[in-house]
């Protein structure tokens, strides 16, 4: 039962929201709501899914344009 308290705790604080979003999200949690915050935490998650994605597609088409102009240029 310890290390489940344990690992709730450690959650829970890893969990913390941080940086100027995190205080936006706990401001209006606590102005407006558990819907407001949800509503903000979750767009929040959206836009950095977003931002990995772009910089993980785009780094991959990169490299495979530097590839192919490296084999074009090879014969």
Do not use: N
Not at 27 to 50: E, I, N, P, Y
């Amino acid at each position: 039962m310890e290390y489940l308290l344990r690992g709730i705790l450690i959650g829970l604080l890893f969990g913390l929201p941080v940086g100027a979003i995190g205080a936006l999200t706990v401001q209006r949690t606590w102005s407006l709501g558990a819907k407001a915050g949800l509503l903000t935490g979750l767009g929040s998650s959206v836009a950095d899914c977003s931002y990995a994605c772009v910089g993980t597609f785009g780094l991959t088409f990169i490299s495979d344009f530097l590839l192919h102009l490296r084999i074009r240029h090879l014969f």
